[in-house]
């Protein structure tokens, strides 16, 4: 038996011949109208960008991760998922220090980065591991990211984390006289605001921040390739990269024009500093396009009197170092981070 072939256009009657340019019409303007939709959202809402900057970032935070698992020493132990805020789901972190330590250890909290948007203590754990196994106990921390939470939330976060690790520093292992707030990225620029507040009242003021730690605890910052100062994102060149700029300070700003919200103003952190900022580490690669704010920063701090210590590779040096350079141990640059990093550490924190 032969099965029937299918009807063609041609072969239809009459009528269903006269209805395929009418659906074919149907079609093209509702991929019109889906086309229009998505422009609109895209205009109108940070979150369909964010999103999709958000899956790129924690697909390559994830990987970053995954290569730095097997240079991490044996020996370190970890606690994690600890809830360090009450009735906030986002607000864990997790504790990383040495197995043989006999009693607290100086400690680094690790914020991540992750454009504001996305990022996870998880994908800094290789690292934060890495470090401790230097004789630190490592406190990473998660916080709240846009666009659900908005500015200044993270920096309340932070502070919050800085209470309980304080307040729990007996049975976390935590020397409580010996801290360092660290981070990468974003979560340099929230390090930094934080360290600011510790240390300028006035400025914690103008935040309604009230530090959970004094300027006497705060050792140092390190701060790897963040920015510090919004008057200096230039969006005028168009193409990807001011669209993300755009997208994620949007985003973490909670409006689009984030610019000229004098509610924002007071992240641009290198703008506040003052010679009470503790000691700081710096570092961005030369095709890190926000290598020129952590020079800036970099500059305003050693203008105010603040000891620091940077690495900025020449602006003309190949191959390039790009955005989060640090964290590839397999290049000498990395290593190099690393390094000068435990040493600006050691320096900071012996005794």
Known sequence: MVSPSPASPASLPTVGRRRWPRVLGWVGASLGLAGIATFVAFQVSPWPSALLIRYAFDKGGHETDAKLADLVPSGVVSTTDIAYRADDPDALLDVHRPENAAG??????????????????????????????????VVAVDYSIAPGATYPTPLFE??????????????????????????????????????????????????GLDPAIGPDQLAAVVLHCGAYDMSLVDTSTGGASAWFLETVLWAYAGTKDFADDPRFAAASVAQHVTADFPPAFLTGGNADPLTPQGKAMAARLAEAGVEVDAIFQPDDEEPGLGHEYQFDLSTEAGQVALDRSLEFLAKHTSG
């Open 104 to 137: 607290p250890l100086p400690t680094v909290v690790w914020t991540h980065g992750g454009g504001w948007v996305s990022g996870s203590k998880e994908q800094v754990a290789s690292y934060a591991k890495i470090v401790a196994s230097h004789g630190y106990t």
């Open 158 to 207: 932070l502070n919050d984390a800085l209470a309980y690790v304080t307040e729990h520093a007996d049975e976390l292992g935590v020397d409580p006289e010996r801290i360092v707030l660290a981070g990468d990225s974003a979560g340099s620029q929230i390090s930094a605001q934080v360290a600011a507040a510790v240390t300028s009242p006035a400025y914690a003021q103008g935040l």
